[in-house]
């Protein structure tokens, strides 16, 4: 059913054409419609009051279905939904049982003491345990050459030599499915050795013992170990015939599941649902059958391209949000081009209080603003030639003199004598400028004098000393020289004047306005 009809059709005395193009924007939006809902409704379905998408479309992962969708609007929480991958497909083979969080590594301890001369211990194992066998807490070696033998048959641990009355034997099992690569080696020096061998990674826990007393790691200590070298290096060389033997004690590196584990790191901890990112699905692995309806369903939704380039090989009636604009742009395909659904919906609604007012981008450059016009930072026409203003021109677009810096322009006169006497020497002769003298440099090549300045003959300032090491002053009272009116000589005087030869007199000048 349309909603909107043109009220006064042919009734636009200044052109025929107006007429027109309201009824082929009429005729367009009609066509949008669908469903029984305008084209403002069908947006209003897929956008929230922000402009930002929020089209019905829906996926979850049902505890016992699998992975499921639904497109459209429902009044409940279980209808409409689409299974895509059932459960049973998510979960791969089974894991491999690494041992429980928390297992000893020994157990099964027993302790007993022996009688005189006694060699054979009770102790019931399977061929496949591993032992630790210690007697007065020291560490043994198990083989016929060494300290005892083990039988599983007779569950017994024998000793090669009988024991003392009294003497502590203590027997563990070692939880071999607990240690990563459970190692144990055994080596008897045969000459002083501090280096023994012994492959581990940088995540192995070691235990090391020397004739079977156990040994502390660091530098400060018994040993150090290596990784990197596949090493134990004593921090003392151990001398011949003494026994060492290193064993694995735990690898603490992680360890590779197969399978799915249902933890915190693969699915959501308030949902248990299974993270999407966590599902890879190939190409082709779904079947068509899982999707059924999604295509026809999802055809009857509205066509959009968000992107901030326009799409190519549009149909008419798509619709186009332009991100190359901020704020965004929504645009609608009217068969040969894209045309904003509201040209003036980038622009804030103005109220009388905005009069005056400009338009402007906010401070995140989001969306389009009215401002002040702020003219704190511009100076006014009263501030000409004021102080803190700026300056003005005279009648000849010039600035006035009053308006220059009492400096205007800055030099060095240099004069030279190459042998000097007791004297008066003139250096220039000025007119029509006033400059000040504020600064002198003094060198000869030899032997020493004295100088003072003079104008017009008149001795002026301080006497200075000259010698072959050079003399820099800056006069603290500057000699101000003013010939505006009548020209005016500058001249130095030089007195006690003691072998001295090539004299280099300099000037630091500066010429004022005032």
Same mark, same amino acid.
């Given at each position: 059913m349309t909603r909107l009809r043109q009220q006064y059709p042919q009734n636009y005395g200044s052109s025929g054409n107006i007429s027109t193009e309201f009824e082929n924007i009429t005729r367009y939006l009609n066509s949008a419609e669908l469903g029984d809902k305008t084209v403002g409704e069908l947006l209003g379905t897929i956008f929230d009051t922000a402009g930002t998408w929020k089209g019905p479309i829906e996926m979850q992962l049902d505890s016992s279905a699998g992975i499921q969708y639904r497109v459209?609007?429902?009044?409940?929480?279980?209808?409409?939904?689409?299974? #895509?991958?059932?459960?049973?497909?998510?979960?791969?083979? *089974?894991?491999?049982?690494?041992?429980? #969080?928390?297992?000893? #590594?020994?157990h099964t301890r027993v302790d007993a003491l022996a009688t005189s001369s006694q060699t054979a211990f009770p102790y019931a194992h399977e061929s496949t345990d591993e032992l630790l066998v210690y007697v007065n807490g020291v560490l043994k070696r198990s083989g016929s050459s060494? *300290? +005892?033998?083990?039988?599983?048959?007779?569950?017994?641990?024998?000793?090669?030599?009988?024991? /003392?009355?009294? %003497?502590?034997?203590t027997i563990y099992k070692i939880r071999a499915t607990s240690i990563t690569g459970f190692t144990r080696t055994d080596t008897v020096t045969s000459s002083s050795q501090n280096v023994f061998n012994f492959v581990h990674d940088s995540d192995t826990v070691l235990q090391v013992y020397k004739n079977g007393i156990l040994q502390r790691e660091g530098g400060s200590f018994d040993y150090l170990s290596s990784a990197s070298n596949n090493s134990v290096t004593f921090n003392s060389a151990i001398a011949s015939g003494n026994t060492v033997t290193i064993i694995t004690v735990e690898n603490t590196s992680a360890q590779v599941v197969t399978g799915m584990m249902f933890e915190s790191q693969f699915v959501d901890s308030t949902t248990g649902f299974i993270d999407f990112g966590k599902i890879t699905v190939t190409n082709n692995e779904i079947a068509q059958v899982k999707v059924s309806g999604l %295509?026809?369903?999802? !055809?009857?939704?509205?066509?959009? %391209?968000?992107?901030? $380039?326009?799409?190519?090989?549009? $149909?008419? =009636? *798509? @619709? +186009?949000?332009?991100? !190359?604009?901020?704020?965004?742009? @929504?645009?609608? +395909?009217? =068969?040969?081009?894209?045309?904003?659904? /509201?040209? *003036?919906?980038? @622009?804030?609604t103005f109220l009388t209080a905005n009069a005056g007012q400009f338009v402007k981008v906010n401070g995140s450059g989001t969306a389009l603003i009215y401002g002040t016009i702020d003219l704190s930072s511009v100076l006014a026409v009263t501030t000409r030639g004021a102080a803190n203003g700026v300056a003005s021109l005279d009648s000849t677009g010039r600035l006035p003199t009053a308006q220059l810096p009492v400096s205007v322009a800055s030099e060095s006169i240099y004069h030279t004598v190459a042998t000097t006497a007791n004297q008066t020497y003139t250096i220039k002769r000025i007119f029509k400028q006033k400059i000040q003298i504020n600064?002198? /440099?003094?060198?000869? %090549?030899?032997?020493t004098c004295s100088l003072q300045l003079s104008v017009n003959g008149v001795a002026v300032g301080s006497t200075y000393s000259v010698s072959s090491s050079i003399n820099e002053f800056a006069l603290g009272t500057v000699i101000e020289v003013d010939a505006t009116t009548a020209s005016k000589s500058i001249q130095y005087v030089i007195t006690n004047n003691s072998s001295g030869a090539g004299l280099e007199v300099t000037m630091a000048v500066s010429e004022v306005t005032s």
């Amino acid at each position: 059913m349309t909603r909107l009809r043109q009220q006064y059709p042919q009734n636009y005395g200044s052109s025929g054409n107006i007429s027109t193009e309201f009824e082929n924007i009429t005729r367009y939006l009609n066509s949008a419609e669908l469903g029984d809902k305008t084209v403002g409704e069908l947006l209003g379905t897929i956008f929230d009051t922000a402009g930002t998408w929020k089209g019905p479309i829906e996926m979850q992962l049902d505890s016992s279905a699998g992975i499921q969708y639904r497109v459209g609007t429902y009044s409940d929480t279980t209808t409409g939904w689409t299974t #895509i991958v059932p459960l049973s497909s998510l979960k791969g083979a *089974d894991g491999t049982t690494v041992g429980s #969080i928390g297992s000893p #590594i020994m157990h099964t301890r027993v302790d007993a003491l022996a009688t005189s001369s006694q060699t054979a211990f009770p102790y019931a194992h399977e061929s496949t345990d591993e032992l630790l066998v210690y007697v007065n807490g020291v560490l043994k070696r198990s083989g016929s050459s060494y *300290d +005892y033998q083990t039988s599983s048959t007779n569950n017994t641990v024998t000793f090669n030599s009988g024991l /003392s009355t009294g %003497t502590l034997v203590t027997i563990y099992k070692i939880r071999a499915t607990s240690i990563t690569g459970f190692t144990r080696t055994d080596t008897v020096t045969s000459s002083s050795q501090n280096v023994f061998n012994f492959v581990h990674d940088s995540d192995t826990v070691l235990q090391v013992y020397k004739n079977g007393i156990l040994q502390r790691e660091g530098g400060s200590f018994d040993y150090l170990s290596s990784a990197s070298n596949n090493s134990v290096t004593f921090n003392s060389a151990i001398a011949s015939g003494n026994t060492v033997t290193i064993i694995t004690v735990e690898n603490t590196s992680a360890q590779v599941v197969t399978g799915m584990m249902f933890e915190s790191q693969f699915v959501d901890s308030t949902t248990g649902f299974i993270d999407f990112g966590k599902i890879t699905v190939t190409n082709n692995e779904i079947a068509q059958v899982k999707v059924s309806g999604l %295509t026809t369903a999802l !055809s009857g939704k509205a066509n959009l %391209t968000v992107a901030s $380039s326009t799409p190519g090989s549009p $149909s008419t =009636g *798509d @619709l +186009y949000m332009d991100t !190359s604009q901020t704020p965004n742009v @929504l645009k609608f +395909y009217d =068969g040969s081009q894209f045309l904003q659904t /509201s040209p *003036d919906s980038s @622009l804030p609604t103005f109220l009388t209080a905005n009069a005056g007012q400009f338009v402007k981008v906010n401070g995140s450059g989001t969306a389009l603003i009215y401002g002040t016009i702020d003219l704190s930072s511009v100076l006014a026409v009263t501030t000409r030639g004021a102080a803190n203003g700026v300056a003005s021109l005279d009648s000849t677009g010039r600035l006035p003199t009053a308006q220059l810096p009492v400096s205007v322009a800055s030099e060095s006169i240099y004069h030279t004598v190459a042998t000097t006497a007791n004297q008066t020497y003139t250096i220039k002769r000025i007119f029509k400028q006033k400059i000040q003298i504020n600064g002198l /440099s003094l060198q000869t %090549t030899s032997g020493t004098c004295s100088l003072q300045l003079s104008v017009n003959g008149v001795a002026v300032g301080s006497t200075y000393s000259v010698s072959s090491s050079i003399n820099e002053f800056a006069l603290g009272t500057v000699i101000e020289v003013d010939a505006t009116t009548a020209s005016k000589s500058i001249q130095y005087v030089i007195t006690n004047n003691s072998s001295g030869a090539g004299l280099e007199v300099t000037m630091a000048v500066s010429e004022v306005t005032s």
